[in-house]
């Protein structure tokens, strides 16, 4: 069994920073890429950053230069640093791993449970 916990949501005003953290745990052998989505009311899921396994990072255009991803591997977790919030930003976060639970399976997209963000005055 696979859990990926985040944590680090919360209500910031516009200008401001959170930094959200997202930690793996259970039957892991290995994890490829972690990433970052994002849910708005109303809207679709959308891709915020992704990061793998030898750090390499890509963003949406809407974040880039504001949002900052890194990943610990040696703790199976991955952050996403994020500054110059805009309401715009509001959106639950979901994390998302790509994980091999043994040697020789496939990899596997796991899913966070979220964690809400509210950019407001």
């Known amino acids: 069994q696979v859990q990926l916990v985040e944590s680090g949501g919360g209500l910031v005003q516009p200008g401001g920073s959170l930094r959200l953290s997202c930690a793996a745990s259970?039957?892991?052998?290995?994890?490829?890429?972690m990433g970052w989505y994002r849910q708005a009311p109303g809207k679709q899921r959308e891709l915020v950053a992704v990061?793998?396994?030898?750090?390499?990072?890509h963003y949406s255009n809407s974040v880039k230069g504001r949002f900052t991803i890194s990943r610990d591997n040696a703790k199976n977790t991955v952050y996403v640093q994020m500054n110059s919030l805009k309401p715009e930003d509001t959106a639950v976060y979901y994390c998302?791993?790509?994980?091999?639970?043994?040697?020789?399976?496939?990899?596997?997209?796991?899913w966070g449970q979220g964690t809400q963000v509210t950019v407001s005055s």
């Open positions: 990061i793998t396994s030898t750090g390499s990072s």
């Open positions: 998302n791993a790509d994980i091999r639970i043994r040697v020789g399976a496939g990899l596997l997209g796991y």
């Open positions: 259970g039957s892991i052998f290995s994890i490829s890429n």
